[in-house]
T-cell receptor, first 112, second 109 residues
Framework: DTEVTQTPKHLVMGMTNKKSLKCEQH?????MYWYKQKAKKPPELMFV???????INESVPSRFSPECPNSSLLNLHLHALQPEDSALYLC???????????FGPGTRLLVL | SQQGEEDPQALSIQEGENATMNCSYK?????LQWYRQNSGRGLVHLIL?????REKHSGRLRVTLDTSKKSSSLLITASRAADTASYFC?????????FGAGTRLTVKP
């Protein structure tokens, strides 16, 4: 299995909702990443997990809460989001930090 | 935060022509990678060039790296309509990637 999967593909939520994005890989990778990408912009790094421990939090607001339950799974919990949080959220994994990253197809999020 | 700057921002060519995209960055790097993204989808890794390498080839792709100028270029030869996508360089300087602004390539059939 050489792919990164993300669910859901699309998500529409209100500003008071709580939702979660899920990411899964079965390549034995020990580093996993969340990126946020606005239209016509490059991906921006949000969080990095290495060996299931949070390594980097790029000053992301607390309304985004990452979780790494095991080495194959990465979640992003969303609560009280703002309309400006609407974006494509990409998950990636790599063998270790610093190695080539493999991306999932993304979750397109719309906050109303 | 964004590390690299890419130019051009947009490039439109005819099928069969070559496409060259450039990337400049600011800090010292371990390696530089190029990714491709079709509209609104995930990124696909194309090629990685290490800081001690100057040129690398993969099929119709040729990447160069000039660490003295802190710049890289991606050449796609004999372009096809299916090459239409956004292309991003990404630099690894501290074990994490930072993406450039990207070049939007359109190949007309």
């Amino acid at each position: 299995d050489t792919e990164v999967t993300q669910t859901p593909k699309h998500l529409v939520m209100g500003m008071t909702n709580k939702k979660s994005l899920k990411c899964e890989q079965h390549m034995g990778h020990r580093a996993m990443y969340w990126y946020k990408q606005k239209a016509k912009k490059p991906p921006e790094l949000m969080f990095v997990y290495s060996y299931e421990k949070l390594s980097i939090n790029e000053s992301v607001p607390s309304r985004f809460s990452p979780e790494c339950p095991n080495s194959s799974l990465l979640n992003l919990h969303l609560h009280a989001l703002q309309p400006e949080d609407s974006a494509l959220y990409l998950c990636a994994s790599s063998q270790e930090r610093g190695k080539t990253q493999y991306f999932g197809p993304g979750t397109r999020l719309l906050v109303l | 935060s964004q590390q690299g700057e890419e130019d051009p921002q947009a490039l439109s060519i005819q099928e069969g022509e070559n496409a060259t995209m450039n990337c400049s960055y600011k800090t010292s790097i371990n390696n530089l990678q190029w990714y491709r993204q079709n509209s609104g989808r995930g990124l696909v890794h194309l090629i990685l060039i290490r800081s001690n390498e100057r040129e690398k080839h993969s099929g119709r792709l040729r990447v160069t790296l000039d660490t003295s100028k802190k710049s890289s270029s991606l050449l796609i030869t004999a372009s096809r309509a299916a090459d239409t996508a956004s292309y991003f360089c990404a630099t690894d300087s501290n074990n994490d990637m930072r993406f450039g602004a990207g070049t939007r390539l359109t190949v007309k059939p």
